[in-house]
């Protein structure tokens, strides 16, 4: 009996330990105070200006760690810009990209707030229309697996993807839709954000080895009918879980044999 309260008490450790780990690598970002307008800008103060019923987005709490996505429903996307409180705006370029990298661009520096774009999935295949209605782009062979991006003038590009971005900065923060809250984005009508849903926040300035403001409004956009895309365990994550299995296997292996020692001697 001591043998297995033993036992079970390390194994509970090394568990808790691995539950720590991980709560580490999912704690979401802190805020700076703006350059762009200080605390009135927050991205806080924003999402709050344009929430008219329902909970109030927590830009601490809600955080998610999403970082792909795939299209849900009918294959059809409509991603719409709600916010850009950026030094950089005219010349910033925001989109999706796929597992190899390669981009399809969404909006660029002549777009502004209430602008939207259409992505359409096909047999793995991608079209996107800049302003409903107008021609589309053909991205063949894109796939149905995406991340976003957000690209400077300069062409220092950040991912949603914090292990593309330089240091594993993450330069994005992603809400998902409550199915309660209801937002009116500025030349939209009201719409309950839903499941399908997702608010995708960029900081321009690298946050990490860098120097920023930490606001993630530079480029804030809403995105429908997506989901999160399945994606396998880090590595890390990996070999943290197999150590705190092997330990437990050396700890039983090592009472087991010091018993058969006792019991000998005895």
């Not at 197999?242 to 020692?261: D, E, H, W």
């Amino acid at each position: 009996m001591k043998k297995l309260l033993n036992c079970t008490a390390i194994a509970g450790l090394i568990s808790l330990g691995t539950m720590m780990f991980l709560a580490s690598e999912a704690r979401g970002v802190s805020f700076g105070n703006s350059w762009d307008g200080g605390a009135p800008y927050s991205l806080q103060k924003q999402l709050d200006a344009i929430a008219v019923t329902g909970p109030k987005i927590d830009t601490i709490a809600d955080q998610t760690n999403f970082e792909l996505f795939t299209s849900a429903g009918g294959g059809s996307s409509v991603a719409t810009i709600m916010l850009e409180i950026a030094g950089f705006a005219s010349t910033n370029k925001f989109g999706i990209y796929n597992p190899n990298g390669f981009k399809a661009q969404l909006f660029q520096g002549s777009n502004s707030v209430s602008d939207a774009a259409l992505l359409s999935f096909n047999n793995g295949n991608l079209s996107v229309t800049k302003g409903l209605g107008n021609t589309s782009t053909d991205y063949l062979g894109f796939g149905n697996i995406f991340g976003f991006y957000l690209e400077r003038g300069d062409g220092v590009t950040f991912y949603s993807e914090k292990g593309r971005n330089p240091n594993q900065s993450q330069q994005s923060v992603v809400y998902r839709g409550n199915n309660q809250t209801v937002l009116q984005i500025p030349g939209h009508n009201p719409e309950t954000f839903t499941l399908d849903q997702f608010i995708i926040a960029f900081d321009d300035l690298l946050r990490v080895g860098g120097v920023s403001d930490g606001d993630y409004q530079d480029m804030v956009v809403l995105v429908d009918s997506i989901e999160p895309a399945s994606v396998p365990e880090s590595s890390t994550t990996i070999a943290m879980l197999g150590f705190g299995m092997c330990g437990i296997g050396l700890i039983v292996k090592r009472q087991f044999k010091a018993q058969l020692v006792r019991r000998d001697a005895a």
